[in-house]
């Protein structure tokens, strides 16, 4: 067999989440796994050592928005609504291209460093991020955020078209490993006719639409005064339907629960920045019971303030627990499986288990620390010990991105050294 990569001598998660030894066998060609076992193809033309590691799936950053990696500590300890208006949105005013390709790849190398294969992403000057991305190696749902507050009906309609032209023109880059996204912003931040308007695009495109929902309670007053609740308002308007993904979700009740389920719509969790902002907590375990499709995700970075998936599942898994009363609530195999399989499935790529004819998308996860000893149970241990600096080797599609916590995909020195010249810039720029 030509062009194979082996990943030999450790451990491996399985699908069901059990752990076995074995190694893992991916073709660079195709970019998926050939196999997982024992006495596989012993002469591959590259070799990662597994020895006392466990091979997990790359993990899934299913919402961020990564090249705010330049607003990383420049705002902080603030509700979301000034946090956005008083500090975020006047500096992404004096954004340059430059700037968000500096920020998205240093955002994408963090999250190759702690075993983050794919993410989804919405911000602006998208093109720099597919860039940044392509450069990497890494996978990605791509979108342009769009806002129409305060602008005219004519400058409203172009912002929104062009959400839409971008998903289309993004989805299918790098090679198929970006796919487009529709992202008008959010519930409150678009207009009616707007929304109606990026939903009309996003099923002409056969894409999904990306958007925030229902994050704080000042963005379902407006709706609840109306006498809908925002998701019902979502549904009528063809804003929910399979494949489309919700942000946040912190502050939903039964009703849209069941709207959830019923139309197949993914939520995207970020507990670390829905603590850090006092949005709330999402009510991950009544969710998952009902049957909707929960994934993870960091959120910006500047709300954050990381891009590692890690502390995020184990957030996920403390947040979620707290939010339910119940200590059984979103237990460890569950916070694996949103920030692995269940992200994969909502952002729609085949990836996201370690079994034959899925993407080969892997991370290594060293276990010799202290703090991952004893061995009592590893699925435990990747909820609530684990951390990114574990991660020993990063695959994406059978491509070795980082090897033995060296990465070969950039210069990672001259990434940060830009990436700081970049926001001392913009933010001088912004006063």
Same mark, same amino acid.
């Given at each position: 067999m030509s062009d194979t990569l082996l990943v030999a001598g450790g451990r491996v998660l399985r699908p069901d989440l059990t752990v076995e030894r074995a190694d893992v066998l991916a073709s660079r060609e195709t970019? +998926?796994? &050939?196999?997982?076992?024992?006495?596989?193809? +012993?002469?591959p033309d590259e070799r990662l050592d597994a020895t006392g590691a466990l091979v997990v799936p790359g993990l899934v950053n299913a919402h961020t928005h990564v090249a705010m990696t330049l607003l990383r500590g420049y705002a902080d300890d603030k509700p979301l609504d000034a %946090?956005?208006?008083?500090?975020? %949105?006047?500096?992404?005013?004096?954004? +340059? $291209?430059?700037?968000?390709? /500096?920020?998205? +790849?240093?955002?994408? !190398?963090?999250?190759i460093r702690s075993g983050t294969t794919l993410c989804s992403d919405m911000y602006f000057r998208m093109d720099e991020v597919c860039r940044a991305v392509a450069e990497t190696g890494l996978r990605a749902r791509l979108g342009r955020g769009a806002v129409t507050v305060g602008e005219d009906e004519a400058a409203a309609r172009e912002e929104v078209a062009e959400t839409v032209r971008v998903a289309e023109a993004l989805d299918g880059r790098a090679d198929g490993r970006v796919r487009?996204? !529709?992202?008008?912003?959010?519930l409150t931040t678009v207009s009616e006719a707007r929304l109606e308007q990026a939903a009309a695009g996003a099923r002409e495109a056969g894409l999904p639409l990306h958007y925030h929902a229902n994050e704080t309670p000042a963005e379902v007053e407006p709706y609840t005064q109306r006498g809908v609740r925002p998701l019902a308002f979502a549904r009528d308007r063809g804003l929910l339907q399979a494949g489309d993904l919700l942000a946040h979700c912190v502050h939903v009740d039964d009703e849209e629960i069941g709207l959830l389920a019923e139309t197949g719509a993914a939520v995207l969790h970020c507990p670390a920045a829905n603590a850090k902002l006092a949005s709330g907590i999402a009510p991950v375990a009544r969710l998952r019971d009902a049957g909707v499709r929960v994934a993870l995700g960091t959120d910006g970075p500047a709300s954050n303030n990381d891009l590692d998936s890690f502390d995020e599942l184990r957030d996920a898994a403390m947040v979620g627990k707290l939010a339910a009363?119940? $200590?059984?609530? !979103?237990? /460890? /195999? #569950? #916070? &694996?499986?949103?920030?692995? /399989? #269940?992200?994969?499935?909502a952002l729609g790529f085949d990836a996201g288990r370690v079994a034959a004819g899925r993407l080969a998308d892997l991370a290594v996860v060293d276990l010799s620390d202290p703090h991952l000893v004893p061995e009592h149970d590893l699925v435990s241990h990747l909820a609530y010990a684990a951390r990114g600096s574990d991660v020993r080797h990063t695959v994406c599609g059978g491509r070795v991105l980082m090897r033995d916590r060296e990465l070969l995909v950039v210069d990672e020195a001259a990434v940060v050294r830009e990436a700081r010249e970049h926001a001392r810039a913009l933010v001088d720029r912004a006063g």
């Amino acid at each position: 067999m030509s062009d194979t990569l082996l990943v030999a001598g450790g451990r491996v998660l399985r699908p069901d989440l059990t752990v076995e030894r074995a190694d893992v066998l991916a073709s660079r060609e195709t970019g +998926r796994i &050939v196999d997982v076992g024992d006495d596989l193809d +012993r002469s591959p033309d590259e070799r990662l050592d597994a020895t006392g590691a466990l091979v997990v799936p790359g993990l899934v950053n299913a919402h961020t928005h990564v090249a705010m990696t330049l607003l990383r500590g420049y705002a902080d300890d603030k509700p979301l609504d000034a %946090w956005l208006r008083e500090d975020v %949105w006047p500096v992404e005013a004096e954004l +340059r $291209a430059g700037d968000v390709y /500096a920020g998205a +790849r240093l955002g994408l !190398v963090e999250m190759i460093r702690s075993g983050t294969t794919l993410c989804s992403d919405m911000y602006f000057r998208m093109d720099e991020v597919c860039r940044a991305v392509a450069e990497t190696g890494l996978r990605a749902r791509l979108g342009r955020g769009a806002v129409t507050v305060g602008e005219d009906e004519a400058a409203a309609r172009e912002e929104v078209a062009e959400t839409v032209r971008v998903a289309e023109a993004l989805d299918g880059r790098a090679d198929g490993r970006v796919r487009g996204a !529709v992202c008008p912003h959010s519930l409150t931040t678009v207009s009616e006719a707007r929304l109606e308007q990026a939903a009309a695009g996003a099923r002409e495109a056969g894409l999904p639409l990306h958007y925030h929902a229902n994050e704080t309670p000042a963005e379902v007053e407006p709706y609840t005064q109306r006498g809908v609740r925002p998701l019902a308002f979502a549904r009528d308007r063809g804003l929910l339907q399979a494949g489309d993904l919700l942000a946040h979700c912190v502050h939903v009740d039964d009703e849209e629960i069941g709207l959830l389920a019923e139309t197949g719509a993914a939520v995207l969790h970020c507990p670390a920045a829905n603590a850090k902002l006092a949005s709330g907590i999402a009510p991950v375990a009544r969710l998952r019971d009902a049957g909707v499709r929960v994934a993870l995700g960091t959120d910006g970075p500047a709300s954050n303030n990381d891009l590692d998936s890690f502390d995020e599942l184990r957030d996920a898994a403390m947040v979620g627990k707290l939010a339910a009363e119940d $200590a059984g609530a !979103v237990p /460890a /195999a #569950a #916070a &694996v499986e949103l920030a692995t /399989a #269940a992200g994969a499935d909502a952002l729609g790529f085949d990836a996201g288990r370690v079994a034959a004819g899925r993407l080969a998308d892997l991370a290594v996860v060293d276990l010799s620390d202290p703090h991952l000893v004893p061995e009592h149970d590893l699925v435990s241990h990747l909820a609530y010990a684990a951390r990114g600096s574990d991660v020993r080797h990063t695959v994406c599609g059978g491509r070795v991105l980082m090897r033995d916590r060296e990465l070969l995909v950039v210069d990672e020195a001259a990434v940060v050294r830009e990436a700081r010249e970049h926001a001392r810039a913009l933010v001088d720029r912004a006063g």
